[in-house]
């Protein structure tokens, strides 16, 4: 698949474990002195990412480093409940198509980072963006691995918050795909439904975030959804250049295009499977991942 060998073993300080034996927690880490910056770092939602290489054991690893100003903005919201760390959230997650976190903690700087498998591949957006024909009888398995790396993340307990593929690396040969980027994830309880947190990539947003409402795991649902439609056709359910909040506010108030105006001979089963993720109303989507590939059962092909 083109991935990188697992980092095995981390030295220097006294790793902790936080109950989970294949990844380490660190404080006081030198960033500057401890890697290798390989390539130029790319920009996302609250932190940079890097392609590194870790001199404690010589491997090429993916390294994450937060924003200190934004990650502590976030942070805040949710300061009296206790939220786990995102390199704890994203090392509960364990799927193949789950990227794989070695080891999180904070550096000297006081910033957060994470150390994670280095993949070799291509953003799931960019390849959208260039509507790169390597997708061409690819989709539908692409599509599978998407909500089955969706659903590890539920079934771990967690609500990702920001599915939509800029968050997915697909391999080179476009047969596998893995999804990162846990920065806005938090855990699928009650206290952490409550209105008033809207984070999130607006174009990919449900309803009830853009409204301030309670929220539960089916915001990832929505946002898979979307994220399925634009897979398709190379076109978002509500067109629109803003790529602001205001876009969300759509969401509601006005019906998504059909897929099958764009794909008419698209599979129906999948089409209609889409367009229900895409519900207003968050019972009217599938109630899980797993539940959207039971919608899907069957489909051999993308066109029917």
């Given at each position: ?7 095995k073993?981390?030295?220097g300080g006294?790793?902790?474990?936080d109950?989970n034996?294949k990844?380490v927690?660190r404080?006081?880490?030198n ?8 390539r130029t770092?790319?920009s ?32 805040q919201?949710?300061k ?27 550096s000297?700087?006081?910033?957060n980072?994470?150390?994670m498998e280095?993949?070799?591949?291509s953003?799931?957006?960019a390849m ?8 061409e009888?690819n989709?539908?398995s ?11 993340v539920?079934d771990?307990?967690f ?14 040969d ?19 439904h409550?209105?008033g ?10 309803p009830?975030i853009v409204?301030?409402?309670k929220?539960?795991h ?13 897979l ?11 790529a ?7 969401h509601?108030t006005l019906?998504?295009t059909?897929?099958l ?12 499977a889409i367009?229900i ?10 109630k ?10 069957g489909v ?5």
């Amino acid at each position: 698949m083109g991935l990188f060998d697992n980092v095995k073993s981390l030295v220097g300080g006294k790793p902790k474990s936080d109950g989970n034996q294949k990844t380490v927690y660190r404080k006081n880490v030198n960033i500057e002195k401890r890697f290798e910056f390989v390539r130029t770092a790319v920009s996302g939602t609250m932190s940079k990412f890097f392609m590194a290489r870790d001199r404690e054991t010589d491997r090429i690893v993916g390294l994450k480093i937060a924003d200190s100003d934004k990650t502590a903005l976030f942070e805040q919201r949710f300061k009296t409940l206790k939220k786990p760390p995102e390199g704890l959230i994203a090392s509960k997650v364990e799927h193949p198509n789950v990227v794989r976190t070695y080891e999180y903690g904070v550096s000297t700087l006081k910033q957060n980072y994470l150390v994670m498998e280095y993949l070799k591949g291509s953003g799931l957006h960019a390849m959208i963006y260039d509507r790169d024909s390597i997708l061409e009888g690819n989709r539908l398995s692409l599509i599978r691995q998407f909500a089955e790396a969706l659903g590890a993340v539920h079934d771990a307990g967690f609500i990702h918050r920001d599915i939509c593929p800029r968050n997915f690396i697909i391999t080179p040969d476009c047969t596998a795909l893995k999804l990162f980027d846990f920065g806005l994830s938090l855990p699928d309880e009650p206290s952490f439904h409550q209105p008033g947190n809207r984070t999130g990539t607006p174009l990919y947003m449900a309803p009830e975030i853009v409204r301030r409402r309670k929220t539960d795991h089916r915001v990832d649902i929505f946002a898979m959804g979307v994220s399925f439609y634009q897979l398709l056709t190379f076109e978002l359910p509500w067109p629109s250049n803003d790529a602001s909040g205001l876009a969300a506010l759509t969401h509601d108030t006005l019906e998504p295009t059909p897929i099958l105006q764009y794909k008419p001979k698209l599979h129906p089963k999948l089409a209609e499977a889409i367009m229900i993720c895409m519900s207003v109303n968050p019972n009217d989507r599938p109630k899980s991942a797993d539940k959207f590939l039971q919608m899907i059962s069957g489909v051999e092909s993308i066109n029917d």
